[in-house]
């Protein structure tokens, strides 16, 4: 369990939007985001941070901004990304709420999202938009800011990319009897796509701010290889559980909110790139096959990739290494 250890935000007394960043043993990347928010509008805003490094840098750091930022700041032991998306959920006063991962606020981003709540009373959901850092294509490449036509066209639009923490905006309180159900999500590395959907199951109305609000900072291979290694030394990439299964299971956990066909076309767009990305990760050697055939065929079966998938999974390492160096040379 996190406790708070200081409360450099007790000043603001109309909260209009908490900013609620998960750290874990990411100091560099807290400073980075930190030193981007001090450049921003924050009238209304505080900053809730759940810490659960192993160590005292994020701590000291947030004790250096609290005198130029309204940081409210927890610690405490390893959790996960689950529990800590409900504690900083729970923890929140704003009247919306806006996760934060280790990315980082383009310039005037906060204006914006306070700009666009300010405008619409019966706003209940933004989507921040966001690019990779070196990339300028945008996660959603519409004209200019809007309102989505309806939950669909939000859907269809994001995809999976609603499962990303820093591009997601809500109000806190329609997402509160939610809560309780969210917590049986604690292990899919999900929870925040489940208070995201449920979020904008609810009435009211959804908005796209074009942005970029956020830059991306994409993880690289290596940093991934080390952080899906067990105590054991094995190699364990959950990418084909999180983005495969449980993203497939959550968005069907809705499905009497959304239009049967662009759900089913939103789980096979997700369900190709996921299994197109566990096949070059096979071939890159870092990744494992264990078990995902039978998956595949059990929770994939209606789509007819997931039969080509089978048979490639079968391939032994060095036959998919070279299948992929050849698919490389020709793309």
């Not at 759940?50 to 901004?65: G, H, V, Y």
């Not at 966001?130 to 200019?144: F, K, R, T, W």
């Not at 604690?186 to 904008?200: D, E, H, K, P, S």
Request: glycine fraction near 8%; proline fraction near 3%.
């Amino acid at each position: 369990m996190a406790h708070e250890l200081f409360d450099a935000s007790n000043t603001v007394t109309d909260i209009l939007l908490s900013i609620c960043i998960l750290s874990y043993n990411q100091p560099e990347e807290v400073e980075r985001l930190l030193k981007s928010l001090e450049a921003q509008h924050l009238v209304g805003v505080e900053i809730v941070i759940r810490d659960d490094s192993s160590n005292n840098k994020t701590i000291e750091l947030a004790k250096r901004f609290a005198s130029t930022l309204p940081i409210k700041f927890f610690y405490g032991e390893k959790g996960g990304i689950d529990r800590a998306v409900l504690f900083l959920t729970h923890q929140a006063r704003g009247r919306f709420i806006w996760w934060m991962g280790d990315d980082e606020f383009s310039p005037n981003a906060v204006s914006s999202v306070l700009n666009t709540i300010l405008s619409n009373e019966k706003i209940n959901f933004i989507w921040a938009n966001y690019h990779l850092i070196g990339n300028p294509s945008l996660a959603i490449d519409l004209p200019e800011d809007k309102f989505f036509k309806s939950r669909n066209e939000l859907l269809e639009g994001a995809g999976a990319a609603l499962g990303f923490v820093s591009a997601t905006i809500f109000r806190r309180e329609i997402v509160l009897p939610g809560l309780r159900e969210a917590e049986s999500y604690i292990g899919t590395q999900f929870v925040n796509l489940f208070i995201v959907l449920y979020a904008i199951t609810q009435p009211g109305r959804l908005f796209y701010l074009r942005g970029p609000i956020i830059i991306c900072h994409n993880a690289t291979s290596e940093e991934i290889k080390t952080a899906v290694i067990n105590q054991n030394g094995l190699i364990q990439n959950q990418a084909f559980q999180v983005f495969g299964i449980n993203f497939s299971n959550i968005v069907n956990r809705f499905s009497d909110s959304f239009d049967p066909a662009v759900l089913k076309r939103v789980l096979k767009k997700s369900f190709g790139k996921m299994w197109r990305g566990v096949l070059v990760g096979t071939a890159g050697g870092w990744d494992t096959t264990q078990g995902k055939r039978i998956k595949l065929i059990k929770n994939f079966w209606q789509f007819p990739e997931s039969w080509i998938a089978v048979v490639l999974f079968c391939f032994p390492k060095i036959i998919l290494g070279y299948l992929y160096r050849g698919y490389k040379l020709f793309n």
